[in-house]
């Protein structure tokens, strides 16, 4: 074998030169070394995880990923048929310095690397969570008097909680925290229960008929006032406006989103209920608040309609209740219904967000796509 002349260790292979060879030995602490694995990643994350900036989130029973501050990763193991050989810099302990022969020391024999693989945060169980322990009235009145009992034989969530627990980067738990409308109350994350929300929505809107307020310029200070003089807590008052509003742009007013307020309303007429699509829409105007117009549209992904004889009714069907894995949520729609118009599933997919998986990629994956001729709607089955 050709020398290279370097001074041996890992430097001495790092250094090789094209159509250059060294010869190896083995170290003094040859072994398995079980602790040593060989992780493959790309510049980006090499990055991240030379400067800290990456964490292993799991249970015990669970496989671990690894977050970056934006991003989830799993973890898996890659075999590899050819010998890899695991060796240590000069300047480890036990290197022996071997300047006559130009040895480098091998430590180990890795017979794969691990790899890292971009997947969905796993959102589900943050769900699951949350919804144990909705913040209701009770709570508010010890909050009111200052009174932590509350707390007692309840299962809460503070943040650090949630990190060790959801499989999930910090951007993504956020993002997962504000879809279920959460919001941090003395320091744990909570859900609030949607007749205690209902109770807070409709005392807005009562005061902006009473203060002439238009539903597009609200100031913030004074909703917020006007609860808590009705007896909301502050917190809970701007967490209301912030779940059915939105700040407007260039201006210090907020205003309340026509979709999200009708749609609220919508839930709370239907319930669990099948009812006509004629009922529905008679019995859903009335809670409309005046100046915002319902349209059937505003429901994609919340309701379904299906046709009995003459009659067609609707019924809830809501995304947030699917789960967020692909698998499963193709799992419980095909379930729910064998057969799909795109018009129909569309909205019950377009949340879903799979790495280096396109919207017709996930189709064809877990799809079967069919037209009774060309110019007809396609019609989605199980695969």
């Known amino acids: 074998m050709e020398e290279s002349g370097s001074s041996g260790g890992a430097e001495a292979v790092i250094n090789l030169g094209l159509g250059s060879s060294v010869p190896i030995s083995y170290h003094p602490c040859f072994g398995p070394h079980e602790d040593l694995l060989l992780l493959e990643a790309d510049d980006n994350l090499v990055s991240d995880i030379f400067n800290g900036r990456v964490t292993l989130r799991g249970l015990p029973d669970e496989d671990a990923v690894l977050c970056t501050k934006s991003k989830t990763y799993a973890i898996k193991f890659v075999g590899n048929s050819n010998s890899m050989f695991l060796i240590p810099p000069s300047n480890s302990p036990g290197f022996i310095q071997d300047d006559a022969h130009g040895k480098v020391s091998v430590i180990k024999l890795a017979p794969g690397n ?12 943050l769900k699951q969570l949350l919804l144990e322990s909705p913040f209701g009235p009770g709570e508010v009145d010890a909050m009111m008097m200052d009174d932590d009992g509350s707390e007692k034989n309840r299962v809460l969530y503070t943040w650090s909680d949630l990190v060790n627990i959801i499989q999930a980067s910090d951007e993504e738990l956020l993002k997962g925290l504000e879809s279920l409308s959460a919001i941090e109350i003395d320091g744990y994350w909570r859900v609030i229960d949607e007749s205690y929300l209902d109770m807070i929505l409709r005392m807005l809107l009562n005061n902006c008929v009473l203060n002439s307020w238009s539903f597009d310029d609200l100031d913030k200070e004074e909703v917020v006032s006007s ?16 779940v059915f ?9 907020w205003k309340l989103e026509p979709r999200l307020v009708c749609l609220h309303f919508a839930r709370q007429v239907l319930r669990e209920e099948k009812m006509r699509v004629e009922r529905f829409m008679e019995e859903w105007k009335k809670k409309i608040p005046e100046g915002m117009e319902e349209k ?11 046709r009995i004889g003459i009659e067609t009714r609707v019924y809830t069907f809501s995304v947030r209740s699917l789960p967020s894995t692909p698998a499963e949520r193709f799992a419980v729609l095909f379930k729910h219904r064998p057969k799909w118009e795109w018009k129909d599933l569309e909205p019950y997919l377009r949340d879903l967000q799979v790495p280096r998986l396109s919207m017709e990629g996930l189709l ?9 001729r060309p110019d007809a709607e396609p019609i989605f089955s199980a695969r």
């Open 364 to 372: 064809l994956k877990y799809t079967r796509r069919a037209q009774s």
């Open 227 to 242: 609860l808590v003089a009705d007896e909301f807590p502050t917190k809970l008052a701007g967490h209301c406006l912030r």
């Open 245 to 253: 509003g939105s700040e407007v742009k260039g201006t210090n007013k």
């Open 296 to 306: 059937f549209e505003m429901l994609e992904g919340e309701v379904l309609t299906e």
């Open 114 to 125: 691990m790899e890292l693989v971009e997947v969905s945060p796993k959102l589900d169980k």
